[in-house]
């Protein structure tokens, strides 16, 4: 789907766009899942899960699993990934969605200002079964159980509620990575751990690309195709803290890059090119050295004789 595609199927509007997210759900999938592959997928899943409860689309519009796969970039007939969004699957038993037929038709603000839900199981049953008319019966959908309880079963303390040690990505951000085939879950996941990590580090995330795959639980192989494309349409600034690199050089010199997640109108449809490393051989490396050298050499202050102390 393109981007006007998914914002008209899943009816976006503006004040829509908010979506906050535990920081915690990078380690909890990378512990929990096999294939790292699919640590994206269940990011994304869960986070579009949270968008369309938050803003009460079940009811109002036609959109089951089948449907959110398409929007994820798989096709409905696709079961490789099923295992994340079944029932009592990966998600379910990690504690981060539940299965249910009831959902809510709208919200509003309480006399202390905290978010509510009006439930479809609060309704007459006759308007129950206006709203679920064009429903099959094996319809369910997933609640976020994070973003109403996170650390305590009676506390409302989730995402819903608070926003304390929570990343929040526009959901504007989701739909153009959905709508690149380059970019997709992958590319997603990756320019909001980024994004997340540029909250904690004052806006520039410092990390060695093979550790910022271990980090996020995706082979290195796998995350640079999506690293250079998020670069390619400006998501991702990319910084580089040395002027080359050196294979054969001391690993001690070795600088790692930094990254730098845009907001959405710095982003670019077109590929853009962006400036890479240098790489230079290890004769041409120890010549640089040696001329640094040389030059530091050369400025060393020369004390007389007689200014010396005795």
């Known amino acids: 789907m393109n981007y006007q595609e998914i914002a008209s199927t899943l009816q976006f509007y503006k004040n829509e766009s908010d979506v906050s997210i535990p920081n915690e759900i990078f380690e909890d999938l990378k512990d929990n899942m096999k294939k790292g592959s699919h640590i994206p997928v269940a990011y994304s899943y869960y986070y579009v899960?949270?968008?369309?409860?938050?803003?009460c689309k079940y009811g109002n519009i036609d959109i089951d699993i089948n449907k959110i796969k398409e929007i994820l970039g798989y096709n409905k007939g696709t079961r490789t990934v099923d295992y994340i969004f079944k029932k009592d699957g990966l998600l379910?038993?990690?504690?981060?969605?539940?299965?249910?037929?009831?959902?809510p038709l709208s919200w509003g603000l309480d006399d202390r200002n905290n978010l509510h839900f009006n439930m479809l199981s609060e309704e007459e049953k006759?308007?129950?079964?206006?709203?679920?008319?064009?429903?099959?019966?094996?319809?369910?959908?997933?609640?976020?159980i994070k973003a109403f309880n996170r650390h305590d079963d009676e506390v409302e303390d989730g995402t819903f509620?608070?926003?304390?040690n929570t990343h929040l990505i526009p959901f504007e951000?989701?739909?153009?990575?959905?709508?690149?085939?380059?970019?997709?879950?992958?590319?997603?996941?990756l320019y909001s751990y980024i994004k997340m990590k540029n909250q904690h580090f004052n806006g520039k995330y410092t990390c060695p690309?093979?550790?910022?795959?271990?980090?996020?639980?995706?082979?290195?192989?796998?995350?640079?195709?999506f690293l250079s494309a998020l670069r390619k349409h400006n998501l991702?600034?990319?910084?580089?803290?040395?002027?080359?690199?050196?294979?054969?050089?001391?690993?001690?010199?070795?600088?790692?890059?930094?990254?730098?997640?845009?907001?959405?109108?710095?982003?670019?449809?077109?590929?853009?090119?962006?400036?890479?490393?240098?790489?230079?051989?290890?004769?041409?490396?120890?010549?640089?050295?040696?001329?640094?050298?040389?030059e530091l050499d050369g400025e060393r202050i020369q004390i007389p004789l007689e200014d010396l102390p005795f």
């Not at 308007?127 to 099959?136: A, F, G, I, L, P």
């Not at 509620?161 to 304390?164: A, I, L, N, Y």
Request: aromatic share 12%.
């Open 49 to 55: 899960v949270n968008w369309l409860y938050r803003h």
């Open 236 to 294: 991702i600034e990319g910084i580089h803290n040395m002027e080359y690199f050196c294979f054969g050089a001391d690993k001690n010199s070795r600088k790692a890059n930094s990254y730098i997640a845009n907001e959405i109108d710095l982003f670019s449809d077109e590929e853009v090119e962006f400036e890479k490393l240098r790489f230079i051989s290890l004769k041409e490396h120890r010549q640089i050295q040696e001329d640094k050298q040389k």
């Open 92 to 103: 379910d038993t990690m504690g981060y969605t539940e299965t249910t037929k009831d959902f």
């Open 161 to 164: 509620h608070e926003r304390d």
């Open 173 to 189: 951000v989701f739909m153009y990575c959905m709508s690149n085939e380059k970019i997709g879950c992958t590319g997603f996941y």
């Open 209 to 225: 690309m093979d550790g910022l795959a271990e980090h996020i639980g995706i082979p290195s192989s796998t995350m640079k195709p």
């Open 126 to 144: 006759d308007d129950q079964v206006e709203y679920t008319k064009h429903m099959s019966r094996k319809y369910s959908i997933k609640r976020p």
